[in-house]
C-alpha cells in the first residue's frame, strides 16, 4: 500500500510540476563579462580581519555588484558586499565585507579546515591563474575564519553518476587539495569580514597574464545565493569559462621549495594471530615540493605514510559488480584531475588506490616517488613514478607504476590529450599491465560539448578486443541540462592500475532536466527540478543485464527543505553460471538468485529538512520488485550541530530483501562525533557497524593542524565482530612544512 501510496504522489507532483507558470532565467550569453582590478602595494595589510579599520584597504576602491542566483534569479543581492584585492612581490592579498543587517543570526557550522560552506554564511572565489577557463583554485571561509580550499579541473565536470563520489576524487572537483595560506575574520555590528593571504608560491600560474576569476556569497537567512560573475541554472563557482577577469597583476615568478618531513610512531595488536601481541613500529619519511616554474612544479616522495587519512565508509555490495572507494590520500590528491582519465567512478584508466592497496584493503609499503605536474602555456603535463615493495604473504612483488599525462587545451573549451599507464614486477619480465588512451573534448559554445576517450591494455595475456571507449555530447543552458553517451568495455580490456565498475559491457544512458522557477516571487517553492534519465548494459552476446528508467522531481523549498519524488523502472537479467562460465550470484550469504531476466518497477521519496539549521535530517526511501520479490531499502541521517564547535551525524541504511530464493537484511549504522576546539584544533570519532561482515569499527582521529594540512596526529584504530576483536592500532604522527624559499 506504501509502495503504490509513494507512486501516485509522484504521478501527481510531477504532472503538477510540468504544468506550473514559471518564468525562464538564464545568465546571458554576453560574453562581456564583468573585470576587477588589482592594486600593488608597498606595504601589506596586517592580516587579522579588520577591514573597516585599515587604512591600506580603505585607500583602495572596492567593487562587488553581486546578483542572485537564488531565490530571485536575475535580482541584486539583499545585503551589500565590498571586495578589494591586492599584492606585494610575494602574497595576493583579498579583502571582503559582507554587510549583513542581522549579524546575530549568521548560520556557522563545523569548523574544521575543509567544512562544507553550502549551508553556512561563506564567502568564496575562484581563481583561473591560467586564464583557461578550464582549471582553477578555490578558496574560502566563513565568519569562523575556516580555512577552506579546492582545485578544479575541467570546470568541475567529472563523473556522470557523481553519487558514487564519497568525498575523495575522482576528477572535476578535489576538495582534498591543501594550500598553505592565512585568512582571519571578524565579525560586528556591520556584518563580517574576512581578509586572505595566500602566497603566490602556493598557486600555479603563468606570469604576465591575467587571470580569471567569481566570487560567491551565501546569505543564509534568507538562503541567499549571490555571484559576481552571473551564471546560468545549474551550474556553479567551478563553471570557470564564465568568470569575470582580474588584471593589474604584476607578479614575479617566485622561488618554491618545500620540504615535509614526518615522524611516526604505532602500536599495533591483530588478534587473529596465535599469541597476539603489540608490535612496536617506528617511521621517518617525507615530502619535498620544488616549482621548477611558477606553473611545474615536481614533488618527490619516501617512505611514503598515510596515518592521518579518515577511513573509508562502510558499504553492503548488492549487486555483482565493483564497489567504488575513493582517493583521500594526500600525496595522490594534488593535480589528481590532471591525471583523471576515461569516465570518472566507473572506467577510470588510472585510479591512484591501486598504489599501495592491496586487493582485500591491505598495505602494500610505497618504497617512494616523484610526480612532476603543471602546465606549460596551453599544455597540462603530468609524469608520476612510484615503486612499492613486496608482500610476500599476499603473493605481491616489488612493483614500479608510471604514468605519463599530456593534456593541451584549445580555446572554446576543447582539448586533447593522451594518456601512457605502466606497472611493472620488478622481479619478473611478464608481470606488467599496460593501458594507452587518446581523450578529447569540442566545446560548441558556452552551452554544449562533446567528449570521450578510446584506450586499449596490453598484458601477457593474449586477449581479445581489449579496448573501452565513450563518447558523450552535454548541453547546460536555458535551464535544460541534456546529456547521452555511450561507453564500450571490451571483454579483454584490463586496466590493473585503474577501476571498472563492472567488465566486458556496451551502455547508452541518457538524461534530460530542466529547471523551473515559478513567476511568483512569493512563492514558497524556489525551483522544481523534473527530469528523465536512463541507463542500460548489454554484454556481448546481446544479453541485457541491467536496464534502469528513472522518472522524478525535486522540489525544492526556499525555506532550504527538499523533496524527490521518482519512480525506477528496471530489469536486471542474471547470467547462468553454467552456461555461460561465470560465479553463481550469492546477493548474501546462502542467497543464490536464479539465472533470469527479471522486470520491475520501484518508487522512490527523499526528503531533507534545510541542512543550515543546527538540526536537520536527511530520510530516502526505496520500495520496490528485486529478483523476483521485494526489496526495502530505506536511510535515515540525523546532523545536530551545537554551536560552532559540535557536529554529530548518526546514520542507518536499512536493506530488507525478501526473495524467492531467501530473504535477507543488511544494515549499517554510523556514528560520527567531532568538536573543534579552534578550526585548527579538533577530535573526531567514526563508529561503523555493518551486520553483513558482523563487524563494528572504531576511528577516533585528533588533529592539530599547521600549513596545509601538517601537524600533530593522534590515530586510534579498533575493530571487532561477533567473534571478538580483530585489530588494535594507536598511532601518533607529527608533520610540518619547511618553506626553504622566502
Same mark, same amino acid.
Given at each position: 500500500?506504501?509502495?503504490?501510496?509513494?507512486?501516485?504522489?509522484?504521478?501527481?507532483?510531477?504532472?503538477?510540476?510540468?504544468?506550473?507558470f514559471a518564468?525562464?532565467?538564464?545568465?546571458?550569453?554576453?560574453?562581456?563579462?564583468?573585470?576587477?582590478?588589482?592594486?600593488?602595494?608597498?606595504?601589506?595589510?596586517?592580516?587579522?580581519?579588520?577591514?573597516?579599520?585599515?587604512?591600506?584597504?580603505?585607500?583602495?576602491?572596492?567593487?562587488?555588484?553581486?546578483?542572485?542566483?537564488?531565490?530571485?534569479?536575475?535580482?541584486?543581492?539583499s545585503?551589500?558586499?565590498?571586495?578589494?584585492?591586492?599584492?606585494?612581490?610575494?602574497?595576493?592579498?583579498?579583502?571582503?565585507?559582507?554587510?549583513?543587517?542581522?549579524?546575530?543570526?549568521?548560520?556557522?557550522?563545523?569548523?574544521?579546515r575543509? %567544512?562544507?560552506?553550502?549551508?553556512?554564511?561563506?564567502?568564496?572565489?575562484?581563481?583561473?591563474?591560467?586564464?583557461?577557463g578550464?582549471?582553477?583554485?578555490?578558496?574560502?571561509?566563513?565568519?569562523?575564519?575556516?580555512?577552506?580550499?579546492?582545485?578544479?579541473?575541467?570546470?568541475?565536470?567529472?563523473?556522470?553518476?557523481?553519487?558514487?563520489?564519497?568525498?575523495?576524487?575522482?576528477?572535476?572537483?578535489?576538495?582534498?587539495?591543501?594550500?598553505?595560506?592565512?585568512?582571519?575574520?571578524?565579525?560586528?555590528?556591520?556584518?563580517?569580514?574576512?581578509?586572505?593571504?595566500?602566497?603566490?608560491?602556493?598557486?600555479?600560474?603563468?606570469?604576465?597574464?591575467?587571470?580569471?576569476?567569481?566570487?560567491?556569497?551565501?546569505?543564509?537567512?534568507?538562503?541567499?545565493?549571490?555571484?559576481?560573475?552571473?551564471?546560468?541554472?545549474?551550474?556553479?563557482?567551478?563553471?570557470?569559462?564564465?568568470?569575470?577577469?582580474?588584471?593589474?597583476?604584476?607578479?614575479?615568478?617566485?622561488?618554491?621549495?618545500?620540504?615535509?618531513?614526518?615522524?611516526?610512531?604505532?602500536?599495533?595488536?591483530?588478534?587473529?594471530?596465535?599469541?597476539?601481541?603489540?608490535?612496536?613500529?617506528?617511521?621517518?619519511?617525507?615530502?619535498?615540493?620544488?616549482?621548477?616554474?611558477?606553473?611545474?612544479?615536481?614533488?618527490?616522495?619516501?617512505?611514503?605514510?598515510?596515518?592521518?587519512?579518515?577511513?573509508?565508509?562502510?558499504?553492503?555490495?548488492?549487486?555483482?559488480?565493483?564497489?567504488?572507494?575513493?582517493?583521500?590520500r594526500?600525496?595522490?590528491?594534488?593535480?589528481?584531475?590532471?591525471?583523471?582519465v576515461?569516465?570518472?567512478?566507473?572506467?577510470?584508466?588510472?585510479?591512484?588506490?591501486?598504489?599501495?592497496?592491496?586487493?582485500?584493503?591491505?598495505?602494500?609499503?610505497i618504497?617512494?616517488g %616523484?610526480?612532476?605536474?603543471?602546465?606549460?602555456?596551453?599544455?597540462?603535463?603530468?609524469?608520476?613514478?612510484?615503486?612499492?615493495?613486496?608482500?610476500?604473504?599476499?603473493?605481491?612483488?616489488?612493483?614500479?607504476?608510471?604514468?605519463?599525462?599530456?593534456?593541451?587545451?584549445?580555446?572554446?573549451?576543447?582539448?586533447?590529450?593522451?594518456?601512457?599507464?605502466?606497472?611493472?614486477?620488478?622481479?619478473?619480465?611478464?608481470?606488467?599491465?599496460?593501458?594507452?588512451?587518446?581523450?578529447?573534448?569540442?566545446?560548441?559554445?558556452?552551452?554544449?560539448?562533446?567528449?570521450?576517450?578510446?584506450?586499449?591494455?596490453?598484458?601477457?595475456?593474449?586477449?581479445?578486443?581489449?579496448?573501452?571507449?565513450?563518447?558523450?555530447?552535454?548541453?547546460?543552458?536555458?535551464?535544460?541540462?541534456?546529456?547521452?553517451?555511450?561507453?564500450?568495455?571490451?571483454?579483454?580490456?584490463?586496466?590493473?592500475?585503474? &577501476?571498472?565498475?563492472?567488465?566486458?559491457?556496451?551502455?547508452?544512458?541518457?538524461?534530460?532536466?530542466?529547471?523551473?522557477?515559478p513567476?511568483?516571487?512569493? %512563492?514558497?517553492?524556489?525551483?522544481?527540478?523534473?527530469?528523465?534519465?536512463?541507463?542500460?548494459?548489454?554484454?556481448?552476446?546481446?544479453?541485457?543485464?541491467?536496464?534502469?528508467?528513472?522518472v522524478?522531481?525535486?522540489?525544492?523549498?526556499?525555506?532550504?527543505?527538499?523533496?524527490?519524488?521518482?519512480?525506477?523502472?528496471?530489469?536486471?537479467?542474471?547470467?547462468?553460471?553454467?552456461?555461460?562460465?561465470?560465479?553463481?550470484?550469492?546477493?548474501?550469504?546462502?542467497?543464490?538468485?536464479?539465472?533470469?531476466?527479471?522486470?520491475?518497477?520501484?518508487?522512490?521519496?527523499?526528503?531533507?529538512?534545510?541542512?543550515?539549521?543546527?538540526?536537520?535530517?536527511?530520510?530516502?526511501?526505496?520500495?520496490?520488485?528485486? &529478483?523476483?520479490?521485494?526489496?526495502?531499502v530505506?536511510?535515515i541521517?540525523g546532523?545536530?550541530?551545537?554551536?560552532?564547535?559540535?557536529?554529530?551525524?548518526?546514520?542507518?541504511?536499512?536493506?530488507?530483501?525478501?526473495?524467492?530464493?531467501?530473504?535477507?537484511?543488511?544494515?549499517?549504522?554510523?556514528?560520527?562525533?567531532?568538536?573543534?576546539?579552534?578550526?585548527?584544533?579538533?577530535?573526531?570519532?567514526?563508529?561503523?557497524?555493518?551486520?553483513?561482515?558482523?563487524?563494528?569499527?572504531?576511528?577516533?582521529?585528533?588533529?592539530?593542524?599547521?600549513?596545509?594540512?601538517?601537524?600533530?596526529?593522534?590515530?586510534?584504530?579498533?575493530?571487532?565482530?561477533?567473534?571478538?576483536?580483530?585489530?588494535?592500532?594507536i598511532?601518533?604522527?607529527?608533520?610540518?612544512?619547511?618553506?626553504?624559499?622566502?
Amino acid at each position: 500500500m506504501w509502495h503504490s501510496l509513494k507512486l501516485e504522489v509522484f504521478i501527481g507532483v510531477f504532472i503538477a510540476s510540468l504544468s506550473a507558470f514559471a518564468q525562464n532565467p538564464s545568465a546571458s550569453d554576453n560574453t562581456d563579462r564583468p573585470v576587477a582590478n588589482a592594486v600593488a602595494l608597498e606595504t601589506a595589510p596586517a592580516i587579522d580581519g579588520e577591514v573597516l579599520n585599515d587604512a591600506i584597504w580603505q585607500a583602495i576602491e572596492p567593487f562587488g555588484d553581486l546578483t542572485q542566483v537564488q531565490p530571485n534569479f536575475g535580482r541584486p543581492a539583499s545585503e551589500k558586499t565590498e571586495i578589494r584585492i591586492a599584492y606585494t612581490k610575494e602574497p595576493f592579498y583579498l579583502s571582503v565585507v559582507c554587510y549583513d543587517s542581522r549579524p546575530d543570526e549568521l548560520v556557522v557550522s563545523d569548523a574544521r579546515r575543509d %567544512a562544507d560552506l553550502d549551508n553556512t554564511d561563506a564567502f568564496l572565489f575562484i581563481l583561473d591563474t591560467y586564464k583557461d577557463g578550464q582549471n582553477g583554485f578555490i578558496f574560502g571561509t566563513n565568519s569562523l575564519g575556516v580555512e577552506y580550499d579546492g582545485q578544479v579541473d575541467n570546470e568541475g565536470q567529472g563523473n556522470f553518476n557523481a553519487n558514487r563520489q564519497q568525498g575523495g576524487t575522482i576528477g572535476g572537483f578535489n576538495l582534498n587539495w591543501d594550500a598553505s595560506f592565512e585568512v582571519r575574520t571578524k565579525v560586528g555590528d556591520f556584518g563580517w569580514s574576512a581578509e586572505f593571504a595566500i602566497p603566490v608560491r602556493t598557486l600555479r600560474f603563468q606570469a604576465g597574464k591575467d587571470w580569471g576569476i567569481n566570487f560567491r556569497r551565501n546569505i543564509r537567512k534568507s538562503n541567499e545565493i549571490v555571484y559576481w560573475s552571473p551564471l546560468p541554472l545549474g551550474l556553479d563557482l567551478k563553471r570557470l569559462s564564465l568568470a569575470g577577469t582580474l588584471t593589474g597583476l604584476d607578479l614575479p615568478s617566485p622561488g618554491n621549495l618545500k620540504l615535509i618531513p614526518y615522524v611516526l610512531g604505532r602500536m599495533d595488536n591483530d588478534y587473529t594471530m596465535v599469541d597476539s601481541k603489540n608490535e612496536y613500529t617506528a617511521e621517518v619519511g617525507g615530502d619535498v615540493k620544488f616549482s621548477v616554474t611558477p606553473s611545474l612544479t615536481l614533488d618527490l616522495t619516501y617512505n611514503t605514510d598515510f596515518a592521518q587519512v579518515e577511513v573509508d565508509d562502510q558499504q553492503i555490495n548488492l549487486d555483482r559488480f565493483n564497489l567504488f572507494f575513493p582517493e583521500k590520500r594526500p600525496f595522490f590528491l594534488e593535480n589528481a584531475g590532471l591525471f583523471s582519465v576515461g569516465s570518472p567512478g566507473e572506467v577510470d584508466l588510472f585510479f591512484s588506490r591501486r598504489i599501495g592497496i592491496g586487493e582485500n584493503g591491505s598495505v602494500v609499503p610505497i618504497i617512494g616517488g %616523484a610526480r612532476l605536474s603543471g602546465k606549460l602555456n596551453r599544455t597540462n603535463v603530468g609524469l608520476l613514478s612510484m615503486w612499492t615493495e613486496d608482500v610476500q604473504e599476499e603473493g605481491i612483488e616489488e612493483n614500479n607504476f608510471t604514468v605519463a599525462r599530456v593534456n593541451h587545451e584549445f580555446k572554446g573549451r576543447s582539448a586533447l590529450g593522451a594518456v601512457f599507464i605502466n606497472r611493472q614486477g620488478l622481479q619478473s619480465d611478464d608481470n606488467y599491465n599496460r593501458t594507452i588512451a587518446l581523450d578529447g573534448k569540442l566545446g560548441l559554445g558556452k552551452k554544449a560539448r562533446i567528449s570521450g576517450f578510446f584506450a586499449k591494455t596490453k598484458d601477457p595475456n593474449d586477449t581479445i578486443n581489449a579496448h573501452s571507449y565513450k563518447l558523450q555530447a552535454d548541453y547546460n543552458w536555458n535551464n535544460w541540462e541534456l546529456r547521452a553517451a555511450y561507453t564500450e568495455v571490451g571483454q579483454g580490456f584490463n586496466p590493473e592500475v585503474g &577501476f571498472l565498475l563492472r567488465s566486458s559491457f556496451r551502455k547508452p544512458e541518457g538524461l534530460v532536466l530542466y529547471h523551473l522557477r515559478p513567476k511568483n516571487q512569493n %512563492a514558497k517553492i524556489l525551483e522544481y527540478r523534473p527530469h528523465i534519465s536512463y541507463r542500460g548494459y548489454w554484454n556481448f552476446k546481446g544479453f541485457q543485464e541491467t536496464g534502469f528508467l528513472h522518472v522524478d522531481n525535486h522540489w525544492e523549498y526556499k525555506n532550504g527543505m527538499e523533496i524527490h519524488t521518482g519512480v525506477n523502472f528496471t530489469k536486471e537479467g542474471v547470467l547462468d553460471p553454467l552456461i555461460d562460465g561465470v560465479e553463481p550470484f550469492e546477493i548474501s550469504e546462502g542467497v543464490i538468485v536464479e539465472p533470469g531476466t527479471y522486470d520491475h518497477i520501484e518508487s522512490q521519496i527523499v526528503f531533507f529538512t534545510n541542512m543550515s539549521k543546527p538540526l536537520s535530517i536527511n530520510l530516502r526511501s526505496v520500495i520496490g520488485g528485486s &529478483f523476483g520479490g521485494t526489496k526495502y531499502v530505506e536511510s535515515i541521517t540525523g546532523r545536530l550541530r551545537l554551536g560552532d564547535k559540535f557536529n554529530a551525524e548518526l546514520g542507518l541504511q536499512y536493506n530488507n530483501f525478501q526473495l524467492p530464493v531467501g530473504n535477507f537484511t543488511a544494515n549499517i549504522l554510523r556514528s560520527q562525533l567531532s568538536y573543534a576546539f579552534k578550526p585548527n584544533i579538533y577530535i573526531q570519532g567514526l563508529v561503523q557497524h555493518n551486520t553483513t561482515d558482523k563487524l563494528w569499527a572504531t576511528n577516533v582521529r585528533f588533529g592539530w593542524l599547521q600549513q596545509a594540512n601538517t601537524g600533530l596526529f593522534l590515530v586510534w584504530n579498533y575493530n571487532t565482530w561477533e567473534a571478538g576483536p580483530l585489530n588494535n592500532s594507536i598511532i601518533v604522527k607529527y608533520t610540518r612544512m619547511f618553506d626553504l624559499v622566502k
